[in-house]
């Protein structure tokens, strides 16, 4: 009887973790930036074609000059965990440690810089498309971070446009996206039980739109012409600074302070909702590591802490404000929550930032825990997005999801 009740749990155990969602793991407070890329000098949720490399840095802060450690999974279309083996979607090994790290050069916060690329003389390569999920160790196997990413094959076209929505409640506020995915010569069986696509706005996982069945075939195209299936609030343009040189003010900074590390005091910014869009140009939430007189941004750009303040206003008052971008990768936590001062009706926050080029915004969180990014900055059908569609496919018997095309659109051309 024992022997059946421990069995009956193994299985159930089994079939739960099998069945649930995995999700990014945030890093404690002493890891910060993050830099997770391909084959761009800035920071992006990596979507790479089958064969191409890999980047991921981060900073340790602690100064013990620790040993980290990778490992590669491979998941569903949904984030659970495929049946695949490791090798059956790796060449080589991971579990590997990273050797490439340097200690920060000329600055007043010290800390060491990691380095992963991907292929390597350990991980030779991904073997197929799909979810994967990059984990980070340290040296007691404890799981420190981590980070999705996809790699696709370039099987199918994917066209997209991006249109104002149909409803006339919200033809000012969102944008909605129209997709084509052309199959040429690969026959797509069964498409409405095989062909998932996915949408993601300016590379944030956690606002995408998953799971889309096409609407209608017309010979080898698939066609989503839905509305409020695949419509997004349209937002506003991203809030920016530059500190590049910690010394001298630059875009977005009113004061500049030395204590044991650089203060620098952002100008006071004020709720947008209510007012007419204005066009601001922004890099869509994302921030890029620079700093004059240097030759390795990477290693010799210091930590400086950034002052944010928001004006309070009648309806920001009781709500729970978080500043919120790419930077930490659209996480809201304790880090990112600002306190309001009522000497200067202000919401403020000070964030541990490296000197660069940020984009940022003010997003309310909901009791649910749901998030409103458009509460502070409003949103408008004009703002420009970047719009990214996987076209996810398993063919009836396989035993995986593969990426088989990607498409990119703008909102800059937005059409009625």
Known sequence: MTYKIILISLISFVFNFAQSQINEVSPPDYIKTINFRGNTPETQLPILKLGEYLILEFDALNGDEEDYYYKVDHFNADWTPSVLMKSEYMNGFDNQRIRNYENSLNTYQIYSHYKLTIPNAQTRGLKVSGNYMLSIYNNDDELVFSRKFMIFEDKVNVGVTIKRSRDIQYIEEKQRVELTISSGNMQLSNPNQTVKAVIIQNNNLNTSITNIKPQYTIGNNLIYKYD???????????LFFENKDVRASNTGIQLIDL??????????????????????????????????????????????????????????????????????????????????????????????????????????????????????????????????????????????????????????????
């Open 259 to 416: 204590k044991d590390l650089y203060h620098n005091y952002l100008y006071t910014n004020i709720e947008r909702a209510t007012r007419p869009y204005t066009y601001n140009p922004d890099i869509n939430g994302n921030y890029l590591i620079t700093n004059v007189d240097a030759d390795n941004p990477y290693i010799e750009a210091d930590y400086v802490w950034m002052h944010f303040s928001l004006l309070s206003s009648e309806t920001l008052k009781d709500k729970t404000i978080h500043i919120y971008g790419n930077f930490n990768n659209y996480t809201i936590d304790e880090s990112t929550k600002m306190i309001f001062d009522e000497t200067t009706n202000t919401f403020k926050k000070a964030m541990l930032l490296k000197q660069g080029f940020y984009n940022y915004k003010y997003i309310i969180e909901n009791k649910d825990g749901s998030i409103d990014e458009g509460f502070i900055g409003g949103n408008f059908y004009q703002t420009e997005n970047n719009y990214k569609v996987l076209v996810y496919y398993r063919a009836l018997g396989a035993r995986y999801d593969k990426i088989i095309g990607i498409g990119e659109g703008n909102s800059v051309n937005i059409s009625n």
């Open 228 to 238: 409020s299936e695949t419509s997004f609030w349209g937002g506003n343009e991203y």
